[in-house]
T-cell receptor
Framework: QQQVKQSPQSLIVQKGGISIINCAYE??????FPWYQQFPGKGPALLIAIRPDVSEKKEGRFTISFNKSAKQFSLHIMDSQPGDSATYFC?????????FGKGTRLSVIA | DAGITQSPRYKITETGRQVTLMCHQTWSHSYMFWYRQDLGHGLRLIYYSAAADITDKGEVPDGYVVSRSKTENFPLTLESATRSQTSVYFC????????????FGPGTRLTVT
């Protein structure tokens, strides 16, 4: 019930393409869904977050899509760039500290 | 410097030894967290603290001890290190325990031989 399942584990995308990372959860009490980005040798940093009262949130090239009925949310990176190469973590919380997915290692190749 | 710092950045220790990882934040955030990051497991919460003298267990607390006598410091102690505790440890802080942004430190890479 506390798990957040993230897929894929790794992703290779051509420069300019769309990167899509998916997450699913079971706990209906979750009401906050952030995505964190982590570069090698650094700590994770908040990228974008969404609450369940909206179905989509966009910040620049990054968009979260949220499907409450399916209990799924996803991160879309438009026009992916080599500088986007990093590990991405989805997370969720609801009355408890954040629960993180296992991460997706994204490589954007030129 | 303002922010969240961890020390040491790298540590090698032997099985059975006690080791303490330090975490310091300058924002006066109420909440502080300790995570470990392992390949294939993502970030797993070890302990967290809502305020000075208030701590609570996370997902993987066994073998770890924490204390928080001051708001800005949140040390993590491995009382008797084991090889399974070889990992990268991240400290984080937040204004809110649930919905606020967590600010992560740079991490401590711990190797237990």
């Amino acid at each position: 019930q506390q798990q957040v399942k993230q897929s894929p584990q790794s992703l290779i995308v051509q420069k300019g393409g769309i990167s899509i990372i998916n997450c699913a959860y079971e706990n209906t009490a979750f009401d906050y869904f952030p995505w964190y980005q982590q570069f090698p040798g650094k700590g994770p940093a908040l990228l974008i977050a969404i609450r369940p009262d909206v179905s989509e949130k966009k910040e620049g090239r990054f968009t979260i899509s949220f499907n409450k009925s399916a209990k799924q949310f996803s991160l879309h990176i438009m026009d992916s760039q080599p500088g986007d190469s990093a590990t991405y973590f989805c997370a969720a919380s609801g009355g408890t500290p954040l629960v993180f997915g296992k991460g997706t290692r994204l490589s954007v190749i030129a | 410097d303002a922010g969240i710092t961890q020390s040491p950045r790298y540590k090698i220790t032997e099985t059975g030894r006690q080791v303490t990882l330090m975490c310091h934040q300058t924002w006066s955030h109420s909440y502080m967290f300790w995570y470990r990051q392992d390949l294939g497991h993502g970030l797993r919460l070890i302990y967290y603290s809502a305020a000075a003298d208030i701590t609570d267990k996370g997902e993987v607390p066994d073998g770890y001890v924490v204390s928080r006598s001051k708001t800005e410091n949140f040390p993590l102690t491995l009382e008797s290190a084991t090889r399974s505790q070889t990992s990268v440890y991240f400290c984080a802080s937040s204004e809110s325990g649930r919905k606020g942004e967590q600010y992560f430190g740079p991490g401590t890479r711990l190797t237990v031989t």
